[in-house]
């Protein structure tokens, strides 16, 4: 069954195109990686299914129920991005009334809040008020809020923001475990490495649009096999050495992201042989020239900069 389904979802504001028609499919019991630059549509996709916005085209479905609807949103848990909490509520009774309101007993909110503390590492500070927790404890609680009413769905906007790499690493076990409960989940995270760990599918959008979605393996394995010829490049003066690069009949595409330079080449003995006279010639000086991997974050970039490249010349 599909935990999420969207069909040519649109919404507009104004002028702004936030979502331009993007198709969804999350199968239940998996975890779906939201992933997209700043301003791609990630968190607009997220108030869409939550029922916060009303898409200006198209459906959102949740376990076959439209989005906003009692029956969807009574199986989601979710982890906004920013969460805001009254500073003098204690931990544990901010736990209960989100059981309260999941309409659950007395007897399994005060087991099930107790259990959740202990499970985000929050074990000990039941009783202590918000306001006196850390960033990253608050983002604890957070996690265990929106899985404290048993949801079948649970959407995490930024779930490891505000934690040291040490509580990353516990949340990503945590959201694994989700996961193997049979829940669905479906994250959004600028932290590609993070995705990488924990999901079996991704979403790749820009600018409102699905650029590529699937099984994370089979994308990597379709990248990979059509990048075998994609090399990176890091140098001091990226603007000097790029126009040369260009110019080279065996390199096919070149894109820059940050202090990275990508390479797509036919021939790559001969670009091996001829960038050291191109880096003499440019007085550039070489940071490291490597094949691109086979990470996520690496296949995104790719991603990113053949979709600007084909933006500019359109």
């Given at each position: 069954?599909?935990a999420i ?6 919404k ?5 195109h936030a ?5 969804i ?10 992933l ?7 968190t ?5 299914l939550?029922?916060?916005l009303s ?7 949740v ?6 609807s009692f ?5 989601i ?14 931990a544990i009774?901010?736990l ?7 309409n659950?007993?007395?007897a399994d ?12 590492g929050?074990?000990g500070w039941g009783?202590?008020?918000?306001g006196?927790l ?7 609680l957070g ?9 079948k ?11 040291d790499p ?7 076990e945590r ?8 829940r669905?989940v ?6 590609l ?10 979403g ?5 649009e ?17 990048g ?8 001091d003066?990226?603007e000097?050495i790029?126009?040369?690069l ?11 992201s ?11 003995d ?22 691109l991997?086979e ?11 053949e ?8």
């Open positions: 069954m599909l389904e969207t069909q040519n979802l649109k507009v504001f104004g002028n702004f979502l331009r028609g993007i198709n499919e999350v199968q239940e019991g998996t975890c779906y990686g939201l997209g630059p700043n301003g791609a549509g990630k607009t996709t997220i108030k869409l939550l029922g916060l898409p200006t085209e198209g459906e959102a479905k376990f076959g129920y439209k989005a906003g029956q969807a949103r009574q199986r848990g979710y982890l906004p991005e920013r969460v805001g909490y009254y500073a003098h509520v204690k009774d901010f209960r009334y989100i059981g309260i309101l999941s659950m007993s007395s909110i005060d087991e099930r809040a107790e259990e959740l503390l202990e499970w985000v929050l074990g009783e202590a008020p918000i006196n850390s960033a990253g404890m608050k983002q604890r996690l265990a809020e929106a899985v404290m009413g048993d949801p769905l649970v959407i995490l906007d930024e779930p490891t923001s505000n934690l040490i509580g990353r690493s516990e949340i990503l959201i694994k475990e989700i996961t193997k409960e049979g669905t479906f994250i959004s995270s600028h932290v490495p993070e995705i990488e760990v924990v999901s079996d599918y991704v790749i959008i820009h600018m409102g699905m650029i590529v979605q699937g099984k994370l393996k089979d994308i990597k394995k379709a990248e990979l096999k059509r075998k010829h994609d090399y990176e490049l890091i140098v003066k990226p000097a790029i126009p040369e260009q110019k080279s009949p065996f390199v096919t595409n070149v894109t820059r940050d202090d990275r330079i990508l390479i797509k080449a036919t021939d790559t001969q670009l091996g042989q001829n960038l050291p006279k191109i880096l003499v010639d440019t007085k550039v000086q070489l940071v490291k020239f490597a094949p991997g990470s996520l974050q690496d296949i995104f970039l790719q991603i990113m900069g979709t600007k490249n084909v933006q500019k010349k359109s």
